[in-house]
């Protein structure tokens, strides 16, 4: 009995440390272990952040001078006349053919016609203008190119049935005033008198042009005598204000010649170009 009740207490003494034990692994598991928390590394972020953040300082760009030598300068533009040469159509060498240009000419004369001072030029069609300070006028189709007489750079010829005419290129360093003046000397009225010339202007390439109207007796300056009188004439001129120059184109012969060719010469004017 005795030997019963000491195995019976031994017994009760292993559960209740058995119990013990098994409460202690149980608080022991509920508590757990202490896991150590992994940090990444983001210093990195912290210094891209802080240089994104700040202000980013523009390129700064240092100019390249470029030297004087090296700029091209550029060049004035250049107002010059051609060298042109002009060669005269010759004259009939028979006594048969100079009889026949003499009578011509005196026809022509006693018509009232306007001769070119040195006779007719042999020019080419590519020839067939007037140029000075760098600008040229082409000939109307139905005219003719003639050998200027003095002081005249270009001349053109006019045959009509009605008499003959000329047109006059020359540079002029007067006025304006003074070359109205000097146009109406040289045609006066039924009764002797000074003409007063109509005058209108317009622009040609940007250029002032200034034209001159008049009709009467026309007096030849370079004539001698009173008699030299050629009545019912006309005369139609420009005067063109180019940058280095003026310029005086005269249309002038017997009126009704000068008036059927009017719209040719101002088409010649206002056809102006550069050569």
């Not at 508590?31 to 990444?40: D, I, L, R, S, Y």
Request: glycine content about 8%.
């Amino acid at each position: 009995m005795t030997r019963t009740l000491q195995n019976i207490g031994t017994g009760l003494l292993l559960f209740t440390t058995l119990g013990m034990l098994a409460s202690c692994s149980e608080s022991n598991s509920d508590v757990g272990v202490a896991t150590p928390e992994f940090e990444a590394d983001t210093s990195y972020l912290d210094e891209l952040t802080q240089n994104q953040s700040g202000k980013v300082e523009p390129i700064k760009t240092t100019p390249v001078e470029t030297p004087d030598s090296v700029v091209e300068a550029v060049p004035e533009k250049q107002y010059k006349d051609e060298e042109r040469q002009w060669i005269r159509e010759n004259d009939s060498k028979s006594l048969l053919g100079r009889a026949r240009d003499r009578a011509k000419g005196l026809g022509e004369q006693t018509q009232g016609s306007t001769e070119p001072e040195n006779g007719l030029a042999i020019t080419a069609f590519d020839e067939e203008y007037a140029q000075a300070a760098g600008f040229a006028w082409d000939m109307p189709e139905d005219w003719r190119m003639a050998v200027p007489g003095t002081g005249r750079f270009a001349e053109m010829y006019i045959q009509h049935r009605l008499g003959n005419a000329s047109v006059s290129f020359t540079k002029e360093t007067d006025s304006i005033s003074n070359i109205k003046r000097r146009l109406e000397s040289t045609i006066t009225s039924t009764y002797s008198s000074r003409t007063s010339a109509t005058v209108t202007k317009k622009t040609v390439m940007d250029f002032p042009v200034t034209v001159f109207d008049l009709e009467g007796t026309y007096i030849d300056p370079g004539a001698k005598g009173t008699s030299n009188g050629s009545p019912f004439y006309a005369i139609h001129a420009a005067v063109i204000e180019l940058p280095t120059t003026k310029v005086l184109i005269k249309l002038w012969g017997p009126a009704d010649t000068v008036n059927q060719n009017t719209g040719k010469f101002d088409a010649m004017i206002e056809k102006m170009y550069e050569r």
